[in-house]
């Protein structure tokens, strides 16, 4: 079965800083790969998703993540940190088979301070 | 389109009683799924539907745990009886029949069992 791991719970950066939320997924096939964001009290939404075109997948609000198979990661990366970009980051991949069941991270909770 | 609809945002009962949760999903997607979030275990996947037949429940904590998908636009997740470990964010979401398709959340519902 698929896996994916979040490194690191909780990130904190500066506002104007660099974000980083860093993602790892367990696959010898290449998967779909997806951000979500979940603000405080509301559901998930969809950052960003890979599904095998561009290895550079850019999203909302400004970011984007990079596809790496030799590394089997998909890090979430936006140059420059916004006030309202603290919220809670989940990785997710489809399982395999060419299923649409989605196997979630454990979530980042990035926080940007003033 | 108005989105993934739960109700009730929020429900609070004591522990024995029965606890209907509902979810409409987006008109037109045939995949829909129910997650639990907690901080202890994160978003875990209990049930989803494939053109309103469960699929894959392995994620029903046990038996007291029961959902159903009379129709496309309708699913119920029931608790009977309901227990304070069952206290969590409930979410459904919903997508298209397709490996890699994205899901869209509803907005939770919030439950609190005393």
């Known amino acids: 079965a698929q896996s994916v791991t979040q490194l690191g719970s909780h990130v904190s950066v500066s506002e104007g800083a660099l974000v980083l939320l860093r993602c790892n997924y367990s696959s010898s096939v290449p998967p779909y790969l997806f951000w979500y964001v979940q603000y405080p009290n509301q559901g998930l939404q969809l950052l960003l998703k890979y599904t095998s075109a561009a290895t550079l997948v850019k999203g909302i609000n400004g970011f984007e993540a990079e596809f790496k198979k030799s590394e089997t990661s998909f890090h979430l990366t936006k140059p420059s940190a916004h006030m309202s970009d603290a919220a809670e980051y989940f990785c997710?991949?489809?399982?395999?088979?060419?299923?649409?069941?989605?196997?979630f991270g454990k979530g980042t909770k990035l926080t940007v301070n003033p | 389109d108005a989105g993934v609809i739960q109700s009730p945002r929020h429900e609070v009962t004591e522990m024995g009683q029965e606890v209907t949760l509902r979810c409409k999903p987006i008109?037109?997607?045939?995949?829909l799924f129910w997650y639990r979030q907690t901080m202890m275990r994160g978003l875990e996947l209990l049930i989803y539907f494939n053109n309103n037949v469960p699929i894959d429940d392995s994620g029903m904590p046990e038996d007291r745990f029961s959902a159903k998908m009379p129709n496309a636009s309708f699913s119920t997740l029931k608790i009977q009886p309901s227990e304070p470990r069952d206290s969590a964010v409930y979410f459904c979401?919903?997508?298209?029949?397709?490996?890699?398709?994205?899901?869209?959340f509803g907005p939770g519902t919030r439950l609190l069992v005393l």
């Open positions: 979401a919903s997508s298209l029949r397709l490996a890699g398709e994205t899901q869209y």
């Open positions: 997710a991949v489809s399982e395999q088979g060419g299923s649409e069941k989605l196997v």
């Open positions: 008109s037109g997607h045939n995949s």
